[in-house]
Every structure is written in structure tokens, then in C-alpha cells.
């Protein structure tokens, strides 16, 4: 038999549906979230290459508006052959590049060296001008400062301050003979000089008259160069109002990784030295502090300018972009920008907490459906559960009447149906106890058997042959299936295993294949009923105009060989045995003795404490291998008024047993005398009469001494 | 013994229906010699002695019976006169079996036996008769 092995406690269909769909709405609504924070993502890195392009052009177009004067101031000096001459009255050019300082605030200085060390500025005085005026002892009010720096016909340098207000008016001029500025050695000079050609743009650097940081840009002319101050602060201040908010960051930089703008002015240049109070070198790529941008250069330093990276800097994600750009004079610099993803889109617990409550609320408002859905397809399975413990605990007699919305489950139940009406009906051509054990026990059926201990009932109806030769055979067969009817089912009833029906007897037994407690007593309970029920049969059958049957009735217990008889194709469950013989010699015997029901001695052993037995003979049918005690059952001791025990009952058992002591004493004569005191209070008796026939022929020819008492049969019926 | 016996007929009454059991007291004929016997009888009890010319100078005792034996079956086969007399002597008590008892059993017997039996109650009433 197979035994399921032992789990722990199984969750119930309906339970485990629901679960799934909870979980599956769950799991769509998780993956919504997802994919819905991915592809945010995916659109968020777009918008910020978008936005990152916008800025950088933006801030370009700045950078080109920005120098657009510069240049052009720088360009228009460089071809007036007045600005040439170093001499030369600087009058007429005056106003113009007063107009531009003017105009451009970024430029802050416009100025002209020459080969033999003249020098011309026009420096545009703001609020960072300031201090330096006042140490050069200027007046407060002066807008403009034109310093002039020229060698006299004795060689003397000679440098003179004029300064003009805002109306261009000149309000105050101061001298100075030993100027120690000389144009020739600085740098801008010296970049400009060495390629006429070309716009010189040395990288930006610390004012010495500000402390501001600007760059230079410088053009070489026939015997000098002109040189334009812009100041970057003003540039920086636009770089920083694109960006969105401070974590935005910004920084440019040139091939050589020298820092050309950077979003906060004061990282433009590398830490002051010990001593120093501001260092004037500026700074590269490799002085970065800023953790994002450094993220940032590091990628592009392995890989190149890059359109769009994420970065994970101290476990917030960035977006970033390193892109190559031209300056106007043909110069390659990069751009650097980064900014927070969060900029562009939520975190996922953001998306999260945004999809959730929707999902929350489709999941609410379809859980209805959901618990209906679950319902249609848990409900039925269940019922359909049920009805499979219901064939397994043998009970076929209820179709299945159930439908489902799902074809499957519909199938399920149309095969389930069909399988328990098969059942039903192949369970009649076989025991029910043993079709219900095979279903219980899940075991296989197969050739063999086991020896138990086994009650066993023979019926036999009286002088069937007759009965059946006087009506018609289509009145025999629903005669004797009725009669089967009620037998059989009282047998089953009784926890009885009808074996087979032969011919017009019923095989029946007890304790097998399913035990039995007391199965004695079933048994002879059993024939009781049978009795019974015969004696209502037989009312109706005379209603009827028909004949009534007498049943006889063997009971026999004993060991028998229990099990599977026959071909693998065909197996009958069956007992065999000594044990099922000398049940039907029992059964035959009434014939003899003209009794009902006769049981063996091994039956009132058990028995006779709750039935009434009468003891007929001691008996050795043929073929039987030991001699039998044969008793006949009567009635069932305090049983019901149908089969119970009677008075008339007691009676002969109480006058036989005195007949039967007699007997045993074997003085046949005194026995003679106790049967003809029998023979007047039971004159019907048949077993008396027996013995009276026998007692006469003993009177006769005594039997041997050594007689047992036995009677032996020489014929089965 | 053959089964298929049970039934009304076979009821201790109808059984007790070809039996009788009958007290003779001492000095009693149970039969005559001469008379037409249809019975027979089992000594039950006491003494029965079968005597053939009884009441006669020929008379002679042809045997004395004991309790068990049965007497008078002679006659009963043959359906004739009895051949000799029963008496006891000091009182007896006989279980008479009728004709047809008697008969039954020969019907039930074998058919060999029964023309046996028939063969020689008809021999002994021929030699009696010579």
C-alpha cells in the first residue's frame, strides 16, 4: 500500500488562488513600477542630454557673446594705424575704446605695448578697480583711468595717469618718472609677438591691478601688440545662473587639463603655497576638489569626451557629459557637465510611492473580481475535492451535479461524474467493501492471498429447481433479483462481503477484506434479518399469487484463505478453504434436519452468550475432514421482537437439551421415553423424528461401544 | 446415512405414527400362531418367547427373545398368517411397527436388499407351506 508521505499543513485552493492572484497583482504592479522608473530613466538621460546640450550651447553662445567685443575691440585697434605709433596722439581712438569699456563691462582693460617699451591702457574703473585707484591715489569718482607709458627724446620713461568720470570728462592726472612696467616682458607680449598670426590667449590668470581673475587676449601688430583684459567673474556669474541649482556643476578645460572655467571662481586656481595669501597659478583637471566633477574627469580621462555617463558619487547617481569644443581662434577645450539624476527623475521608492497607491487602488477596486475569479475556479475544485473523498469513502449513489465557468474544471467534472457512475456500477459485479478498500487503501490488485480468520454465510433457497421450472424465466429474474436485493443488502448492511451469487445461493462473509469486530455475531445477526426479511418477502409474493421461497442458511467460521483468484486480465476476490466447505455442508445439512439456519459449534462458542442456538447433531458431511458440532441458531438473545428470542423458543431448547442428555447417556430406551415426552409438547419437531428413527434403529442394532456420536453422511445433499 | 429427509413427514409426530409401544403383562399371548400378523414388534423391555405349536403336545420353543430383538417381521413380509406365537412370561413392554413403517424402510432400502428380503420371506413361506 502506498502511504502519501507526511507534510505539513496544506493551504487551501481558494487560499493558494488568491495568493497567486495577490501576488501576481502584486508582482504586475511592481513590475509597472519598474519598468515605469526605468523607462523614466532611460527618458530622464535624455532629458538631461538635451538639457545638458542646451545649457553647454547656451553658455557657448554666452562665451561667444561674451568675447564677441573683445575680439572685435582687439581687431579694430590692431588695423588703426594710430594705436600703431607709440607715440602717436591716442585722442581719436579714445572714444571708442571708452564706448566699448563701456559698453562691455566684462573688458576691463584695452592696452597697447610697443618695441621700445611705450605703453598705452585705458583701464575701465568698477567696484573692483576701486582699491587699486585708490592706492595709485586716483580720484574716487573716476570711471575710466588712461595710463600712458612713454620714453622721452633722452631716453626717460615717463608714465602718466589721466582719469575721466562717467560723461568721459578728464578729472584729475597724476606723473610718475620711473614707471617699472614694461610691456615687453610680460607675457601676453611676448605670446603675441611670437605669432603675429594668431589671436594669443594665454590661459586665464590673477590681475596684478585687481587681484581679479581674467584672461588676456593679446594680437601682435607691426612694432607691438594690443592686449584686451577681460575679467572672468562676470562669465562665471552667467555659468553658474544656467545651471539649474547649485549641485549643477560646470568646468572647462583645455587640452593640456588647465582649468578654463570652473563653477566656483575660487577653484579656478590651485591652493595658495604656504605664505601666500592667493596663489596666482591655475589650477587642472588634477585639482579638482569637487567630488562629482573629479568622477566625471576620471571617465573621461579613460575613455575621452563622452556624451552621457551615470556616476554614483557617495551613492546618489549623476548624469554627466564631457564634450570637445572649438574656440573661435581654432583652440580645442572640453566642457564638463553633471547634475543629480534626482534632477531629472525621482528615486524608484519615489516611483514607488507613486505607482503603489495606484496600483493599490486597482488592486482594491478589482479584488471583487479577483475573490470572484478565484472563487469560480477554487469553489468548484473544491466541491469536486469533496466528491473525490466522497468516491474514496465509497459513497457513489449522488451524481455530481456541478458546472464551472472553466472549460477545464468543466471537463474535470464531466470525467469525475463519469468516473463515479463507472464505479457505482462496476462495484456491483464485485464486493462494495472490497472496491472500497482498493479506493481507501490505494493498493493494487493483484493474484494472491492471506489466510484470516473469517465468518462466513451460505443461503440456498428450498427446491429452487422446481420453483424456477413453474414460471416463466423473466418472472424468475426479477423475482430472484429482488430476493437478492433484499438478502444481499442486509448483508452489506451488516458490514458483510457478498463474495458471489451462485445460482440462486448468496456467498457471503465477514472480517475480510475489511475487519470486523465481532463478526461472529454479524453473521449470525445477519441470517437472522435474512429470515425476516424473507418472511416479508415472501407476504408480498403471496399478495401477488406467488409462491414463497424457504431460505436455508449456513454459518461457519473459521480460517480461509483470503484474496485475488483468476488470470491478471480477470481476478475474483474470493475465500476458499475447508472453512467455505463446511459452510455450505451447514447450509445443506437443513435440508436433513429440516431446520432454518445451522450454524457450527465454533459459531456458538463465541455466539452464544447473545443467541439462542439448539444443538441438533454431531455431524461429518462428506468431505469434511473433522466431524462437526451442528447446531441450529433461533433467535437472537434480547434481540427485537422480529428475531428475538420467544418463550416457545426456550421451551424446546430447554426440552430438547433433556431429549439430547439422553441421548448422549446412549440408554436408548430412556431416550425413547424422552422423545415421546417430546413428541407430545413439539409434535412438528423434524429433528425429533430424526431422532426417533435413529433411537429405534439403535434399539435395534446398538451402535459400537466406543461410538462418539458422530453421524456420517455419505452424500453432500 | 443419505440426507434429503426433512420435511412434515418426517416430523416426530409422523414418525411416532407407525409406532407403539404396547405392555403386555406376564402370561400374555402377543400373538397366535394362524392369526394374520401386520405388525411387528421390538422388545423393549422384559421377556417375549416365540413358540410354534403353542398350547400344543408339539410345542416347541424356537427362541426366547432379549430386550432390542424384533419379532413378528416375518409375517408382515410375507403378508401372511403368523407361523408361530409370541408369550411372555413374566410381563413385557413392545414397540409395535406398523405395515407401512416396516415398508418404508424396505422402500428406502437398497433395491438389491429389498428383493433379497422379498426373495426370502417368500422361500421361508414356500418351505413352511411344504
Known sequence: MHTAPTRGQRLSLFVTVLSLFLFGALLVGTGVTVTNYVHTRQTAARVASDTFDTTIDRINERRLAFFAPVFLIAELLRNDPSFHQSAG????????????????????????????????????????????????????????????????????????????????????????????????????????????????RPPPYIFATTSQAGMTIARAFAGGAIGVDVTLDRLMAYVRSVRSNEKHRFVAFDDQNRLLAHFDLDQMFKPPRPGDVRSTELATTADLTDPVAREAVQLFTRRGPYRMADLDVGGTDYLATVVRQVARDGGVFFVLYAAPLSDFQGTLADAAARSLPAALLIFVLTLPAIVYLAHSISKPLARLSSEAELIRSFQLDDPIKMESRVREINTLIRSMSGMKSTIREVSKFVPKALVKDILESESLV?????????????????????????????????????????????????????????????????????????????????????????????????????????????????????????????????????????????????NYYGTGILVSGQIVDVCSNQFLFRRIDRSQPKGAAKPLDVFELLGAVDGPEEYGVTPAMAKLVRDWNAVYDMYASQDWLRTLDALEAFASEHPEDVVAGIYLERVVEFLLEPPPENWNGIMHFSSKR | MTLAR?????????????????????????????????????????????????????????????????????????????????????????????????????DDADPFLRYWVDYLSKRIIDLSTQ
Open chain 1, 446 to 590: 493483484a493474484v494472491g492471498g492471506k489466510t484470516r480468520r473469517i465468518s462466513i454465510l451460505f443461503t440456498d433457497v428450498k427446491d429452487f429447481t422446481p420453483i424456477a421450472a413453474g414460471i416463466p424465466a423473466e418472472r424468475l429474474m426479477v423475482n430472484l433479483s429482488e430476493y437478492f436485493e433484499d438478502l444481499a443488502s442486509l448483508i452489506i448492511k451488516e458490514n458483510g462481503t457478498v463474495d458471489k451469487f451462485i445460482g440462486d445461493a448468496i456467498f457471503a462473509f465477514w472480517n475480510a477484506p475489511l475487519p470486523v469486530e465481532r463478526h461472529e455475531h454479524a453473521a449470525c445477526a445477519t441470517a437472522l434479518k435474512c429470515r425476516l426479511a424473507l418472511l416479508r418477502l415472501n407476504a408480498r409474493w403471496m399478495e401477488k399469487g406467488l409462491p414463497p421461497w424457504h431460505t436455508r442458511f449456513g454459518v461457519h467460521v473459521g480460517e480461509a484463505v483470503l484474496g485475488n483468484v483468476g488470470s491478471s486480465d480477470r481476478i475474483d476476490y474470493t475465500a476458499i478453504g475447508d472453512t467455505v466447505n463446511i459452510a455450505a455442508r451447514l447450509e445443506a445439512l437443513n
Open chain 2, 6 to 106: 426433512g420435511n412434515s413427514e418426517t416430523s416426530v409426530q409422523a414418525v411416532w405414527k407407525g409406532l407403539d409401544r404396547r405392555l403386555f403383562p406376564a402370561g400374555a399371548t402377543i400373538f397366535a400362531e394362524g392369526e394374520l400378523g401386520t405388525i411387528a414388534y421390538i422388545l423393549l423391555r422384559g421377556d417375549v418367547t416365540i413358540f410354534i405349536g403353542f398350547g400344543t403336545p408339539q410345542q416347541r420353543t424356537v427362541t426366547k427373545l432379549k430386550p432390542g430383538q424384533m419379532f413378528g417381521v416375518h409375517a408382515l413380509m410375507a403378508g401372511s398368517q403368523r407361523a408361530a406365537s409370541a408369550f411372555t412370561e413374566h410381563g413385557c413392554e413392545l414397540l409395535a411397527v406398523g405395515e407401512g413403517k416396516l415398508r418404508q424402510k424396505l
Open chain 1, 89 to 200: 596722439p591716442k585722442e581719436a581712438i579714445r572714444p571708442l575704446i571708452v564706448s566699448a569699456l563701456t559698453l562691455s563691462p566684462q573688458i576691463s582693460a584695452v592696452y597697447a605695448g610697443y618695441d621700445n617699451g611705450n605703453y598705452f591702457q585705458i583701464l575701465s574703473i568698477s567696484e573692483a578697480e576701486k582699491p587699486f585707484l585708490a592706492r595709485l591715489g586716483g580720484p574716487p569718482s573716476a570711471r575710466f583711468a588712461i595710463q600712458e607709458i612713454r620714453a622721452d627724446n633722452d631716453g626717460v620713461r615717463i608714465e602718466t595717469w589721466k582719469f575721466l568720470d562717467s560723461d568721459h570728462r578728464q578729472i584729475g592726472t597724476l606723473s610718475d618718472d620711473r614707471p617699472t612696467y614694461d610691456p615687453r616682458r610680460r607675457d601676453w607680449y611676448r605670446e603675441a609677438s611670437a605669432k603675429p598670426q594668431n589671436i594669443a
